[in-house]
């Protein structure tokens, strides 16, 4: 286990120990103030969850820190084409991707392998992972979304 999944899971543990506890529980707590502990310790989820199945499906192409490949695969990493159309990224996840795409003012034209057998829920988690890492900055990519997502762009 490397040093940033071990970290990514101390923070987890961390923050869901935090949750668990409930910090003051005086009565001018308010729903939104739970709410957003629960959005932070599932966002957290999903980035463990989505740094592990980006090194198993991603990280050949894309590397460890997002930077893409040369001219070859496209960075993720301050990546314009990434966080201008999140449901599009979903679906490039789970069904891959053959063309021309232009990134960072780049262009690129090497095939995506689909990754058919990932679920909308590891669609989410890898989504959010790398909406969230490298400089990047989306918040929670939400399976229920997620699942919209990838029944529009198979039909």
Known sequence: ???STLQNILLLGLAAFLSACGGN???SSTNN???SQEDKVKLNQYIVQGQALYTTYCVAC???EGTGLAQLYPPLAKSDYLMEDMARAACLIKNGLQGEIIVNGVS???VMIA???LDPLDVAEILTYISNSW????GLINVTEVSKWLIKCNS
């Open 1 to 3: 286990m490397n040093k």
């Open 25 to 27: 529980s005086n009565s």
């Open 108 to 110: 690129y034209n090497q």
């Open 135 to 138: 400089g990047n900055e989306a």
């Open 62 to 64: 894309h590397q460890k």
């Open 115 to 117: 990754n058919s057998t």
């Open 33 to 35: 103030d739970a709410t």
